[in-house]
């Protein structure tokens, strides 16, 4: 057992690193903006003496290692500067409520893109199991083959088609949802979820083909090992063969699929947040993209960055823990 | 709601059972029949209520009630385009196996129909691409005088549409049909030549790190690992913030710059295939053979190892150049990616989007937005069916 603990810091400290550098190349990707901070806030009547104040007071004086690891400092004290596009004066005085910060931005929003993902892998990861292991069990027939043609389909359009589609018969001509996910804090559980239904299916229908062919893959792949052999000798009906006998020895490379995918879905969410204008990161990620909100891309950036590389850890630990082979290294 | 479906799906299975207790007791218990599981035999109801529901959905669609036929109408329009292309892949494959040489011909006889459509879809892209500006009754660009703007498309006078615009007219009075047109020339030629540099910069840089492996290999590797740590659609949209800065003071177009990041973001993952293919390459005796015989490294790259690596290579081209189409989608529909005034299929969605919000009344109005998202899901969806094809035929998975 220490021999899994250690490979699991080994991963963990990896992943801290990999954090680490990333955050290093997000710092240089951004201060390779021409002109600062300073003379964008003040615009082009800026005179020279209020530009090295604000330079002074916000650090901008300082070197780019310095100023690395101030913000680097900041972000893990939850502290990650203050948005662009809200600043005002006080602001930068420190005379401010504290409203105007990035972090206070981001909270609420964050927190909205994590019901939004955890209600899409609530509906999708059932779905695409029970789906898979459907197609293994009436595997190369009618029903097998429009499945896969449904997930390619699907898989290979972008996330605005589906949205579109889905919006035209399932709020449009049919008024079963809404088409604008305008949540808001205090809202009752079941208008939340019945609101942000729309974004949640589309999302569901993206990342579906994926676990629906891993897991018909990886059950077909031991339908040849000798035990399954045993157990149809048996008599067993195929739906307990594959249920019992199949699935659980084919679970880790579901799981593994499955992770890589909830990793897939916090950054698809951006597009499809859009669409519906559903009020998550993602959308603020965009907005701040289009009138260059610096800070906040920078966080948003780091939040998303962060999630994709928390959940690939997931994955590969998962994967070892579910396989003995790697569990106990030569 | 919820309970009328739940009664049909209980009906399903009572008719499952009763039709397989018929199909028993008619074929005096065949075996067919007889080892049925009820699964199977649900699935048979199931597969024709759904085939029954969409021909009366179909009839629906054609009915003279306007309000009843509008409800219908994308569900007619998706049947008779889905029958549509079927027929049409179908005269395909018939006519690519009696035309051609004896090598396209063996191709096209073991060829699913799927394939024969992406194939067929793919042929017709190209054609719209290359002969865009022959195509296109108007420039892409061109805002027609005395021409009103949002005109619907149909090209019914009685509901606001032209004759002459067939697909009607976007909110600045430009034609859509030759917007869509010049749109397969643009994002698709860009979304190609960006996946033709990320191939020649993941595939430079993999076989060079598989063939002299070393520091060199290790240095590109870890570089590589940092960018794929970062999701790539998050790192496109942060590196066109700043080329979007940068893009009007060096007086270089944003797209050159959006070409450039995405190719660079996507050369990570050929650089692996490349570099993982190239390694295993490289072991070979006639490698060693040719080492010895005193070969250079761009013998040994172009002459043994690239044509070696042909199959996966092309394969992944495919898959890459789907990735790459949509991603410059994504940022287009965004907002940051094509720049208008070019025609770009993403930027028309967004333009357009809100007008599916007018189905019920008008459902010609709602079309144009859908024909250009559909223009791009078509391709993608086309590319996949090619490349699943090519990697079953050459996997030789058979179960």
């Known amino acids: 057992m220490g021999n899994v603990l250690t490979i699991i810091l080994q991963r963990l400290l990896l992943g801290v690193l990999t954090l680490l550098i990333v955050s290093v190349v997000i710092f240089t990707a951004v201060n390779l903006l021409p002109g600062d901070f300073a003379q964008n806030i003040l615009g082009q009547g800026a005179t020279p003496d209020a530009v090295a104040s604000i330079r002074r007071d916000l650090g901008l004086d300082q070197p780019p290692i310095t100023r690395y690891f101030d913000w680097l400092g900041g972000v893990l004290r939850g502290d990650l500067g203050t948005s662009f596009a809200q600043a005002n004066f006080a602001s930068f005085t420190g005379t401010d409520s504290g409203a105007t910060t990035v972090a206070a931005q981001i909270a609420p929003r964050f927190a909205n893109t994590m019901f939004l993902a955890m209600v899409t892998a609530a509906i999708a990861v059932p779905f695409s199991i029970i789906l898979g292991i459907l197609a293994a069990l009436y595997r190369n027939t009618v029903f097998d083959r429009a499945t896969n043609i449904f997930t390619l389909s699907s898989i290979s359009s972008p996330e605005f088609f589906l949205a579109y589609i889905l919006i035209l018969f399932l709020a449009v001509l049919n008024p079963i949802f809404p088409s604008l996910s305008n949540i808001f804090e205090g809202m009752a559980f079941s208008e939340r979820l019945e609101k942000s239904m729309l974004p949640a299916l589309t999302l569901t229908l993206v990342v579906t083909a994926h676990m629906m062919r891993m897991t018909r893959a990886a059950i077909i792949n031991l339908l040849a090992s000798p035990y399954i052999e045993m157990a149809r000798l048996k008599g067993l009906s195929p739906m307990r063969v594959i249920v019992k006998h199949a699935l659980p020895n084919a679970l880790a490379p579901i799981i593994n699929v499955i992770a890589l995918n909830l990793a897939y879905l916090i950054t698809g969410v951006v597009v499809v947040e859009v669409v519906f204008v559903y009020p998550g990161i993602g959308q603020l990620f965009v907005d701040s993209v289009k009138i260059r909100d610096i800070p906040v891309v920078q966080a948003c950036c780091l939040i998303f960055a962060a999630a994709y590389i928390l959940l690939n850890l997931t994955a590969d630990i998962l994967s070892i823990l579910s396989n003995p082979r790697l569990r106990h290294p030569k | ?399």
């Open chain 2, 1 to 399: 709601m919820i309970i009328w479906i739940l009664a049909t799906l209980v009906g399903m299975g009572a008719l499952a059972w009763g039709f397989r207790f018929a199909g028993q007791a008619a074929t005096g218990n065949a075996p067919k029949f007889r080892d049925m599981p009820f699964g199977v035999a649900y699935g048979y109801v199931l597969g024709a209520v759904v085939l029954l529901w969409l021909g009366w959905a179909y009839l629906q669609g054609r009915s003279a009630d306007p309000l009843v036929a509008n409800k219908f109408f994308f569900l007619r329009i998706a049947i008779e385009g889905f029958i549509i292309f079927a027929i049409a892949a179908w005269l395909f494959r018939i006519l690519g196996r009696s035309v051609g040489t004896a090598w396209t011909k063996k191709m096209f006889r073991s060829m699913p129909l799927t394939a024969s459509f992406g194939i067929l879809t793919i042929l017709i892209y190209a054609i719209l691409a290359i002969f865009a500006p022959a195509i296109a009754p108007y420039g892409q660009e061109q805002i027609i005088p005395g021409v009103a703007a949002n005109i619907t498309p149909g090209g019914d006078p009685a509901l606001g549409g032209s004759p002459d615009f067939p697909l009607g007219t976007d909110q600045i009075g430009r034609d859509i049909l030759s917007r869509l047109i010049y749109g397969a020339q643009n994002t698709v030629g860009i979304a190609f030549a960006t996946t033709l540099l990320a191939f020649l910069l993941g595939g430079t840089f993999g076989f060079l790190a598989a063939t002299l492996g070393g520091w060199l290999d290790q240095v590109l590797s870890r570089l590589v690992d940092v960018l794929m740590a970062i999701p790539s659609l998050i790192f496109a949209l942060l590196l066109m913030t700043i080329a979007s800065v940068w893009a009007p003071e060096l007086g270089i177009p944003l797209t050159v710059f959006m070409v450039l990041i995405i190719a660079v973001i996507d050369s990570t993952r050929v650089y692996r295939l490349a570099r993982a293919v190239g390694q295993n390459i490289v072991v070979m005796d006639y490698i060693e053979a040719a080492k010895l015989r005193g070969e250079g490294l761009g013998y040994l790259v172009f002459k043994e190892i690239l044509p070696n690596a042909t199959a996966p290579l092309l394969a992944e081209f495919g898959l890459r150049f789907c990735f790459v189409f949509l991603t410059i989608a994504a940022l287009s529909f965004l907002g940051v990616g094509i720049q208008p005034p070019l025609a770009d299929w993403g930027t028309m969605v967004r333009d357009l989007g809100g007008f599916v919000n007018y189905a019920q009344f008008a459902p010609m109005a709602a079309t144009a937005p859908l024909l250009a998202a559909g223009a791009i899901a078509l391709l993608t969806v086309a590319v996949n069916f090619v490349v699943d094809w090519m990697l079953h035929k050459s996997s030789g998975l058979k179960e």
